[in-house]
């Protein structure tokens, strides 16, 4: 009996013992996944369907990635109605420029964020717009098989696993956009990187948002903010038709103080353009427009700029190169998603960029989930481990002394990268991200505690 007492407690405390290794090797795991994914497999068949270039299904990818389709007038004369008297409402209640130095930190026009305006609600819009993003399926029929389907049901549930502040707003709402200017001042970002679709186009699961450009030029001027363009892969988009829209947005919008010009090394003050999925058009129809002898040139014009392409794979580099672009960004907040996105391959693009007389522009970002519209995809989330992953990033980017460093992004609540205020929520089966145990606006502190470090640091680059 004294034998069999003794075996039993042996096995117990093996038990034990084993079931605690075990939980030790699961947090290790984990650890490492949110802490330092760099190697953690572009190649793997999850993140190569979020490229159009490197996987043709584009019913996988979210509005960004399209290719977009020309929108057709909203049948509904009310919602059509509903617009013009939002737009006109905000033109007349943008108030005049206030001092506001005194109350927010001082705006770092070298810190440049990236900010969507395709929201909608059915108080100014007449219905919500990207709130109810469709479920997108995997590209494999049986995988896609093992997960939900249909599109998200607002205002309680929306496509997006953090919930926001201000709650699912219009981009229309002059509230929501002084809350934003306001928000993203304090932040000590300096540079409003606005995506933007042609007059009459948008993503395929929203609305044209081009005539709210005046509005939110108008509230950055109030926050001393400066405002450029992140130009989406519209329909047909090319050398003619990419030289017709820079002519567009300079002459329509470049008088007004709150355009951003970058000044160059060699005094000259230029306006800046992001081109998203740059990849996806060949270097030869770039040059076209970006080399001094091309075809369709820019260069030398009332219309020359700084364009910037994004870079995905290291090849992507030569590409744009002989393209003629200016400088390059790398957009994803994925850390080991893209070649780009992976901060330990900063150096290398940084140097590239220096022998090439390129910009190289890092983009940092708090973290990554989307798994509210993409539910196959967790294998490229990345915890933000209350702020620390952010914190990666930044020190990551300032190693390489960049002349400008990116934010993805101030409010891409699709794929959790969003540094806007956000709330806890917990509603029937759906409990929504937070970022307790800090507060709503952790990230816009942690954004501007890094702006200063960044400006001080820069400082001793000069020196």
């Known amino acids: 009996i004294?034998?069999?007492?003794?075996?039993?407690?042996?096995?117990r405390r093996t038990c034990i013992i084993l079931l605690l290794f075990i939980l030790f090797i699961c947090s290790i795991?984990?650890?490492?996944?949110?802490?330092?994914?760099d190697r953690a497999g572009f190649g793997d068949p999850f993140g190569l369907g979020l490229l159009p270039e490197l996987q043709q299904r584009t019913v996988l990818l979210d509005s960004k990635?399209?290719?977009?389709?020309?929108?057709?007038?909203?049948p509904v004369t009310r919602v059509s109605n509903l617009h013009s008297i939002a737009v006109n409402t905000m033109k007349a209640s943008v108030p005049p420029v206030n001092k506001l130095e005194e109350e927010l930190s001082s705006p770092?026009?070298?810190?440049?964020?990236?900010?969507?305006?395709?929201?909608?609600?059915?108080?100014?819009?007449?219905?919500?717009?990207?709130?109810?993003?469709?479920?997108?399926?995997h590209w494999d029929p049986k995988i896609a098989n093992n997960y939900p389907k249909g599109r998200h049901n607002p205002p309680e549930d929306i496509g997006a696993n953090f919930y926001p502040?201000?709650?699912?707003?219009?981009?229309?709402?002059?509230?929501?956009?002084?809350?934003?200017?306001?928000?993203?001042?304090?932040?000590?970002?300096?540079?409003?990187?606005?995506?933007?679709?042609?007059?009459?186009?948008?993503?395929?699961?929203?609305?044209?948002?081009?005539?709210?450009?005046?509005v939110i030029l108008d509230y950055a001027h109030k926050y001393n903010l400066k405002v450029t363009f992140h130009?989406?892969?519209?329909?047909?988009?090319?050398?003619?038709?990419?030289?017709?829209?820079?002519k567009y947005i300079i002459d329509k919008y470049g008088s007004h103080p709150a355009f951003y010009r970058h000044k160059t090394s060699t005094g000259r003050f230029l306006p800046m353009f992001y081109v998203y999925d740059s990849y996806v058009t060949i270097p030869e129809i770039w040059a076209n427009l970006l080399t001094v002898s091309g075809s369709q040139t820019i260069r030398n014009t009332p219309y020359d700029a700084l364009f910037i392409a994004l870079l995905v794979e290291e090849r992507h580099k030569h590409d744009i190169h002989r393209s003629g672009f200016d400088g390059m960004y790398t957009y994803f907040a994925t850390n080991g998603f893209s070649y780009g996105s992976s901060h330990h391959n900063w150096a290398s693009l940084k140097a590239f960029c220096d022998s090439n007389n390129l910009m190289f522009i890092p983009s940092v970002g708090p973290g990554y989930i989307d798994t509210s519209i993409r539910p196959w995809n967790n294998h490229?989330?990345?915890?933000?481990?209350?702020?620390?992953?952010?914190?990666?990033?930044?020190?990551?980017?300032?190693?390489?002394?960049?002349e400008v460093i990116s934010i993805t992004s101030f409010n891409e609540w699709h794929e959790g990268t969003q540094i806007e205020k956000a709330v806890p929520k917990r509603t029937g089966q759906i409990v929504y991200l937070d970022?307790?145990?800090?507060?709503?606006?952790v990230y816009l502190e942690l954004t501007q505690k890094w702006s200063e470090k960044y400006r001080k640091e820069q400082e001793q680059w000069l020196m």
């Not at 795991?29 to 994914?37: E, I, Q, S, V």
């Open 231 to 246: 130009i989406e892969p519209y329909k047909d988009r090319d050398d003619r038709s990419m030289y017709h829209n820079v």
């Open 435 to 441: 970022y307790k145990p800090h507060k709503p606006n």
């Open 2 to 11: 004294l034998n069999y007492d003794i075996m039993a407690r042996f096995r």
């Open 108 to 137: 770092n026009y070298n810190f440049h964020i990236f900010y969507y305006s395709w929201f909608g609600n059915p108080q100014f819009d007449g219905k919500y717009i990207h709130w109810n993003h469709p479920l997108l399926p």
């Open 65 to 74: 990635q399209n290719s977009l389709n020309r929108v057709q007038a909203d």
């Open 165 to 214: 502040e201000l709650g699912s707003y219009s981009s229309k709402d002059p509230s929501v956009i002084e809350a934003h200017m306001k928000q993203m001042r304090s932040a000590s970002t300096g540079v409003i990187v606005l995506s933007w679709y042609p007059p009459g186009m948008a993503d395929e699961n929203g609305e044209p948002t081009d005539d709210l450009v005046p």
């Open 380 to 402: 490229n989330t990345r915890n933000r481990v209350n702020g620390k992953y952010y914190e990666t990033a930044f020190s990551a980017a300032l190693l390489v002394r960049p």
């Open 29 to 37: 795991m984990m650890a490492l996944k949110t802490l330092r994914p």
